[in-house]
């Protein structure tokens, strides 16, 4: 590719993670996205073997060597539902404000559209060298009511962070069946917080000037991402990547909220696939990704008095690691027309049931998927891709740690349609 054409694929990637940041991302597995593409959302997440579109390398860096010079994207609809239901509480007094309010909370940001894009050159007969835009994000909330504190009710409450990255791939054929890739990431992310004032003092936080209702704060950073295929034989193919932590700035804004001092690293991840295919036609996928949000104190943390809002030790979500297993499908079912189904499984996201009122701003519930989508090749250059994926209701239940007999309900559901496009010459 020429050196123009070269700046004007990343020009469009450097638009396009604009675009990305100004949408808060799917929520699904904890806030990380069950899928980045089109084609891995029509499996559940599924697709680490799979060399489908220029967007495939977002799962797997080495998958930008099977997919040839293509440039494409993806536009996805994203619907959460997201319910507090919070029981009676029985302290009195001075000691009444540390009650969560009564009543049943409903989230008010129901819709996201969420973009992302992929360009992918072919450098000779082994290589190849690629620009990617993806997503993560959706700890995002609105309630129109603070659920958080019964004295001194202050109106909408709730938090948005978003996160985009953008990565240049490159992988290589080392031959004997292997492939291996690698991309560097630049990573943004935003993060908002309102309606906390319930938090923001010198008793709860370490600073409580920068605990609320300070606008977006921004943090940057990067980490990378290796992957790698081995196809032994014609009908078995093994995949695994890894994405590093992201070393990440600090939320400043936020100092006062999250654990050391408003530190907000995004988690590593690792994940390992195999595609078996029973005839040349079909691929069944069989995948594992091990998320490690416990390596994150301000998502790790449990909650705790012993320690302010802000501290190294102060209190987060409560969240821990997170094992996701996929099983999917896919079929070329004529030479125009693939078609594609997967489900998913997540394990809890916390099993503590006094982190319940701090999830009532992430109510990470989601453990199951279900998912279909299929391709249709309009020419020999253009196809088009359409998925529709569903999360299952899902909950937690737990307490207010300040009043054990006070019960919290978190409530949370997802559907999602994507639509992609891939241009291949």
């Not at 923001?200 to 940057?220: I, L, R």
């Not at 919290?408 to 241009?423: H, K, P, Q, W």
Request: with cysteine; hydrophobic share 40%; net charge neutral.
């Amino acid at each position: 590719m020429s050196h123009r054409g070269w700046k004007a694929a990343a020009g469009v990637a450097g638009l396009a993670v604009s675009v990305g940041l100004a949408m808060p991302a799917h929520a699904t597995n904890g806030y990380f996205s069950n899928g980045y593409d089109a084609q891995s959302i029509g499996m559940a997440g599924a697709g680490l073997t799979l060399s489908q579109s220029a967007t495939s390398a977002t799962l797997n860096p080495a998958l930008g060597e099977g997919e040839g010079d293509s440039i494409g994207g993806c536009f996805t609809a994203f619907r959460p539902l997201r319910k507090a239901n919070v029981g009676a509480g029985h302290l009195t007094g001075n000691y009444a404000g540390y009650d969560v309010n009564e009543g049943q909370f409903t989230s008010k940001r129901n819709f996201f559209p969420i973009p992302c894009f992929g360009y992918n050159h072919v450098l000779d007969a082994k290589s190849s060298l690629g620009v990617l835009m993806y997503a993560n994000g959706g700890m995002d909330t609105h309630y129109a009511v603070d659920p958080f504190r019964a004295q001194g009710t202050v109106g909408a409450t709730g938090v948005d962070l978003a996160q985009a990255f953008l990565s240049v791939n490159y992988a290589r054929k080392i031959g004997g069946g292997l492939t291996l890739g690698v991309a560097p990431v630049l990573a943004v992310q935003r993060f908002e917080a309102m309606g906390l004032q319930g938090f923001a003092n010198s008793t709860a936080s370490q600073y409580p000037n920068n605990v609320t209702n300070n606008g977006y704060s921004y943090s940057y950073g990067g980490g990378f991402k290796v992957g790698a295929t081995y196809q032994p034989i014609n009908w078995l193919k093994l995949a695994v990547a890894y994405q590093s932590q992201m070393w990440m700035t600090r939320f400043g804004k936020y100092a006062g909220l999250f654990a050391g001092g408003g530190a907000f690293d995004i988690p590593a991840s690792v994940s390992e696939g195999i595609d078996i295919k029973p005839i040349p036609a079909v691929d069944v996928l069989l995948e594992e990704q091990h998320i490690f949000y416990s390596q994150i104190p301000a998502i790790a943390n449990g909650y705790t008095t012993a320690a302010q809002l802000g501290s190294a030790a102060g209190s987060g979500f409560g969240w821990k690691d997170m094992d996701v297993w996929r099983v999917a499908l896919q079929w070329k079912a004529t030479p125009k027309i693939t078609l594609r189904t997967g489900y998913s499984h997540a394990t809890p996201f916390t099993n503590g049931q006094g982190d319940a009122e701090f999830n009532i701003l992430a109510p990470a519930t989601i453990r199951n998927h279900v998912a279909v989508g299929g391709d249709y090749q309009f020419t020999k250059h253009w196809t088009g891709t359409v998925a529709y994926q569903h999360a299952f209701n899902a909950s937690l239940s737990g307490y207010n740690p300040n009043d054990t007999a006070q019960p919290i309900a978190l409530n949370m559901s997802e559907d999602l349609v994507s639509f992609g496009v891939n241009y291949k010459w």
